[in-house]
Structures are given as structure tokens and as C-alpha cells.
Nanobody
């Protein structure tokens, strides 16, 4: 069982930056691939980024490639999402998720169904 807690959300102006953190409980954090998703009101949950168990491979949605960076610190059981050049359309609740298969493919890790565990989310609001 893994529990995930996101933090780091908040309000920022267009062009600003935020770093989200997701702290995981339990052992063997490196045994999990980790992903970030977001959901805006009235929209589906969208994939943003994923990273394999030891951080060797990262995958990104086209909408955030070049602006967002996913990375992890397995010693701290934490995965991060660095978000730069934020836009109003980035406003959403951001969720992290854990997949017990640490080495999923990019096409697989883009699916919400790939993940067994989810955090409760953190709100990000980008104002003009």
C-alpha cells in the first residue's frame, strides 16, 4: 500500500513557476513508476508527465514538454514536477500517481488506468 500526498500548489501569475512535490509512504519507492496528471473543472483528467522507478526515463505530454520537468529523489520517497512559464490554461488540480510496475512504457504510463495509487491533489491557479 502506498499513500501519496501532494504539496506545492498555489496561485501564480502568468509566466511564473511552481514546484510540486509528492511524498510517498511505504518502502521500495524505486519500485514504482510515478506520474503527474491534472484535471480542470469540466475537463477529463490529463496526463502530464511520468518517470520510471530509478528516474532514467521520463515521458511528457506535448502540452507541457519543454515547460515542465519531472524528477524524483528516491532517498526522500518524493517525486517532483517543476513547472515553468505557466499559462492560465495550466489552472487545474494536480495529482500524482504511483504504478507498481517501475518500468512501464511511455504509451502505458500516459494512461490513468496504469496507476494503482493516487494522491488527493493540489490546486494550481495561474492568473493573467
Amino acid at each position: 500500500q502506498v499513500q501519496l500526498v501532494e504539496s506545492g500548489g498555489g496561485s501564480v501569475q502568468v509566466g511564473g513557476s511552481l514546484r510540486l512535490s509528492c511524498a510517498a509512504s511505504g518502502r521500495s519507492f524505486s519500485g514504482y513508476a510515478m506520474g503527474w496528471f491534472r484535471q480542470a473543472p469540466g475537463n477529463d483528467r490529463d496526463f502530464l508527465a511520468a518517470i520510471t522507478g530509478f528516474g532514467a526515463i521520463a515521458y511528457y505530454a506535448d502540452s507541457v514538454k519543454g515547460r515542465f520537468t519531472i524528477f524524483r529523489d528516491n532517498a526522500k520517497n518524493t517525486v517532483y514536477l517543476q513547472m515553468n512559464s505557466l499559462k492560465p490554461e495550466d489552472t487545474a488540480v494536480y495529482y500524482c500517481a504511483a504504478d507498481a510496475d517501475a518500468y512501464g512504457s511511455g504509451s502505458y504510463l500516459k494512461l490513468g488506468s496504469a496507476y494503482e495509487y493516487w494522491g488527493r491533489g493540489t490546486q494550481v491557479t495561474v492568473s493573467p
